[in-house]
Protein backbone atom coordinates (compact mmCIF):
# COMPACT_ATOMS: atom_id res chain seq x y z
CA UNK A 1 0.00 0.00 0.00
CA UNK A 2 3.02 2.66 0.93
CA UNK A 3 4.55 1.82 -2.45
CA UNK A 4 1.35 2.49 -4.63
CA UNK A 5 0.82 5.42 -2.72
CA UNK A 6 3.99 6.69 -3.52
CA UNK A 7 3.72 5.75 -7.48
CA UNK A 8 1.14 7.43 -7.32
CA UNK A 9 1.95 10.84 -5.65
CA UNK A 10 4.87 10.95 -8.24
CA UNK A 11 2.74 10.38 -11.56
CA UNK A 12 0.91 13.33 -9.89
CA UNK A 13 3.72 15.48 -9.24
CA UNK A 14 5.71 14.67 -12.71
CA UNK A 15 2.80 16.72 -14.24
CA UNK A 16 3.80 19.56 -12.33
CA UNK A 17 7.81 18.85 -12.03
CA UNK A 18 8.26 18.60 -15.93
CA UNK A 19 5.97 21.91 -16.27
CA UNK A 20 8.26 23.48 -14.15
CA UNK A 21 11.32 22.37 -15.57
CA UNK A 22 10.66 23.27 -19.01
CA UNK A 23 9.61 26.67 -18.16
CA UNK A 24 12.89 27.27 -16.23
CA UNK A 25 14.81 26.22 -19.41
CA UNK A 26 12.73 28.59 -21.40
CA UNK A 27 12.46 30.97 -19.00
CA UNK A 28 15.71 33.30 -20.27
CA UNK A 29 15.40 37.32 -20.48
CA UNK A 30 11.76 38.36 -20.85
CA UNK A 31 10.26 35.20 -19.01
CA UNK A 32 9.89 32.63 -22.05
CA UNK A 33 7.02 31.43 -24.18
CA UNK A 34 5.08 31.63 -20.48
CA UNK A 35 5.02 35.07 -20.04
CA UNK A 36 4.13 35.87 -23.87
CA UNK A 37 0.97 33.96 -23.18
CA UNK A 38 0.40 35.26 -19.90
CA UNK A 39 0.41 39.23 -20.54
CA UNK A 40 -2.43 39.68 -22.98
CA UNK A 41 -4.27 37.21 -20.29
CA UNK A 42 -3.29 38.77 -17.34
CA UNK A 43 -3.99 42.46 -18.72
CA UNK A 44 -7.58 41.12 -19.67
CA UNK A 45 -8.09 40.35 -16.47
CA UNK A 46 -6.54 43.30 -14.74
CA UNK A 47 -9.02 45.45 -17.12
CA UNK A 48 -12.12 43.70 -16.42
CA UNK A 49 -11.00 43.77 -12.13
CA UNK A 50 -10.14 47.30 -12.38
CA UNK A 51 -13.79 47.95 -13.68
CA UNK A 52 -15.96 46.03 -11.17
CA UNK A 53 -14.03 47.38 -8.77
CA UNK A 54 -13.52 50.99 -9.74
CA UNK A 55 -9.82 50.79 -8.78
CA UNK A 56 -6.58 51.02 -10.40
CA UNK A 57 -4.58 48.26 -10.48
CA UNK A 58 -0.70 48.25 -10.14
CA UNK A 59 1.39 47.14 -12.98
CA UNK A 60 2.69 43.53 -12.55
CA UNK A 61 5.62 41.74 -13.45
CA UNK A 62 4.66 38.86 -15.56
CA UNK A 63 8.55 37.79 -15.54
CA UNK A 64 8.10 37.48 -11.76
CA UNK A 65 4.71 35.64 -12.12
CA UNK A 66 6.02 33.13 -14.06
CA UNK A 67 9.48 32.92 -11.85
CA UNK A 68 6.81 32.48 -8.54
CA UNK A 69 4.92 30.14 -10.60
CA UNK A 70 7.98 27.82 -11.52
CA UNK A 71 8.90 28.08 -7.74
CA UNK A 72 5.41 26.84 -6.86
CA UNK A 73 5.04 24.14 -8.75
CA UNK A 74 8.54 22.83 -8.71
CA UNK A 75 8.87 22.95 -4.66
CA UNK A 76 5.20 21.74 -4.08
CA UNK A 77 5.46 18.60 -6.62
CA UNK A 78 8.63 17.57 -4.85
CA UNK A 79 7.36 18.61 -1.31
CA UNK A 80 4.08 16.53 -2.54
CA UNK A 81 6.05 13.32 -3.64
CA UNK A 82 7.39 12.91 -0.03
CA UNK A 83 3.68 13.03 1.53
CA UNK A 84 4.35 16.60 3.12
CA UNK A 85 0.99 18.57 3.36
CA UNK A 86 2.71 21.99 2.18
CA UNK A 87 3.42 20.39 -0.38
CA UNK A 88 -0.56 19.67 -1.68
CA UNK A 89 -0.98 22.99 -0.70
CA UNK A 90 1.74 24.67 -2.72
CA UNK A 91 0.53 22.99 -5.73
CA UNK A 92 -3.09 23.82 -4.58
CA UNK A 93 -2.47 28.05 -4.46
CA UNK A 94 -0.58 27.75 -8.59
CA UNK A 95 -3.60 25.87 -9.42
CA UNK A 96 -6.02 28.26 -7.97
CA UNK A 97 -4.21 31.51 -9.50
CA UNK A 98 -3.33 29.93 -13.09
CA UNK A 99 -6.40 28.33 -13.55
CA UNK A 100 -8.95 31.57 -14.27
CA UNK A 101 -5.91 33.15 -15.44
CA UNK A 102 -4.75 30.72 -18.12
CA UNK A 103 -7.51 28.87 -19.10
CA UNK A 104 -10.16 32.07 -19.62
CA UNK A 105 -13.05 29.78 -21.20
CA UNK A 106 -15.54 32.45 -20.11
CA UNK A 107 -13.82 35.33 -22.66
CA UNK A 108 -15.03 33.23 -25.73
CA UNK A 109 -18.30 31.89 -26.96
CA UNK A 110 -19.99 28.23 -26.83
CA UNK A 111 -19.61 28.31 -30.71
CA UNK A 112 -15.90 29.03 -30.74
CA UNK A 113 -12.98 25.96 -31.09
CA UNK A 114 -10.86 27.74 -28.55
CA UNK A 115 -13.78 27.74 -25.81
CA UNK A 116 -14.11 23.87 -25.36
CA UNK A 117 -10.28 23.31 -25.43
CA UNK A 118 -10.38 25.91 -22.54
CA UNK A 119 -12.95 24.34 -21.08
CA UNK A 120 -11.60 20.86 -20.38
CA UNK A 121 -8.40 22.12 -19.39
CA UNK A 122 -9.83 23.89 -16.94
CA UNK A 123 -12.45 21.33 -15.65
CA UNK A 124 -8.85 19.24 -15.63
CA UNK A 125 -7.25 21.84 -13.24
CA UNK A 126 -10.36 21.75 -10.99
CA UNK A 127 -9.93 17.94 -10.93
CA UNK A 128 -6.48 18.19 -9.73
CA UNK A 129 -7.30 21.07 -7.18
CA UNK A 130 -9.77 18.52 -6.14
CA UNK A 131 -6.94 15.38 -5.73
CA UNK A 132 -4.86 17.52 -3.83
CA UNK A 133 -7.69 18.32 -1.30
CA UNK A 134 -8.77 14.40 -1.47
CA UNK A 135 -4.88 14.22 -0.38
CA UNK A 136 -4.71 16.62 2.34
CA UNK A 137 -8.52 15.34 3.86
CA UNK A 138 -7.06 11.34 3.81
CA UNK A 139 -3.70 12.60 5.60
CA UNK A 140 -5.59 14.09 8.07
CA UNK A 141 -7.95 11.49 8.57
CA UNK A 142 -4.77 8.67 9.18
CA UNK A 143 -4.09 8.26 13.12
CA UNK A 144 -0.37 9.10 13.43
CA UNK A 145 1.67 6.69 14.46
CA UNK A 146 2.16 6.63 18.06
CA UNK A 147 5.51 5.15 20.15
CA UNK A 148 4.76 1.98 21.63
CA UNK A 149 6.19 1.65 25.32
CA UNK A 150 7.44 -2.04 25.96
CA UNK A 151 5.70 -3.44 29.05
CA UNK A 152 7.93 -3.63 32.37
CA UNK A 153 9.40 -7.28 32.71
CA UNK A 154 8.29 -8.54 36.12
CA UNK A 155 11.05 -9.54 38.05
CA UNK A 156 10.37 -13.20 39.08
CA UNK A 157 10.65 -14.10 43.16
Not at 15 to 30: C, H, K, R, T, Y
Not at 79 to 99: E, I
Not at 132 to 147: A, C, D, E, T, Y
Request: glycine share 8%; charged share 15%.
Amino acid sequence: MGFASFAGRVFFASIFILSAWQMFNEFGVDGGPAAKELIPKLDLAKKHISSQLHVNLPDIEVRQLVAAAIILKGLGAILFVFGHGFGALLLFVYLLVSTPLLYDFYNYRPNEPQYSVLLGDFLQCVAQCGALIFFVGMKNSMPKRQLRRKAPKQKAT
